[in-house]
């Protein structure tokens, strides 16, 4: 049993195949775990993929539980946040970024951005909920700094 670190972060989606297919299928995290609560027409699934560091990445699937009849999911633009506020980011090295890149193309998915932020490189993709993923490369990375991590903190740019 792990006591660090995340267990699952979870997210709502719309369209449960289309997740499924993208997590499952495209970027290759298996489905693991479904749970479904409710009674008859009215239930929710909450659904589970392994990102295959003992920690997962979970969708609830909500059907006349009371949810809005078209709820928003994506949680930076519905917002009205800058797509890339929030977002999730996967660890890659050079082969899992490369290959991610790959697949995605291969299936005319184009990346949201490419970034290089001097510590590392990021493609970042939107998922079928409008969730922007990013995949990271550390080049090499950043050095933990704690008293420099406090002294920026509030400090004003250049």
Not at 40 to 65: P, V
Not at 106 to 115: K, R, S, Y
Request: aromatic residues 12%; contains cysteine; charged residues 15%.
């Amino acid at each position: 049993m792990r006591n660090t670190g995340f267990h699952h972060v979870a997210f709502a989606c719309r369209d449960l195949d289309a997740t499924v297919a993208f997590y499952a299928g495209l970027l290759g995290f298996p489905l693991v775990h479904t749970e479904v609560q409710g009674k008859g027409e009215n239930f929710m699934r909450h659904i589970f993929f392994d990102l295959g560091d003992g920690s997962s990445l979970a969708f609830f699937y909500l059907h006349g539980i009371g949810e809005p009849k078209n709820y928003a999911t994506a949680i930076s633009t519905d917002l009205g946040l800058p797509v890339w506020v929030n977002h999730v980011a996967f660890s890659a090295d050079q082969a899992r970024y490369d290959g991610i890149k790959a697949t995605m193309t291969a299936q005319d998915i184009l990346p949201v951005m490419e970034a290089d932020h001097g510590w590392c490189h990021s493609v970042y993709y939107a998922d079928p909920n409008g969730i922007l993923i990013e995949f990271c490369l550390d080049t090499p990375g950043f050095t933990p700094d704690q008293a420099q991590a406090r002294r920026l903190l509030h400090a004003l740019p250049g």
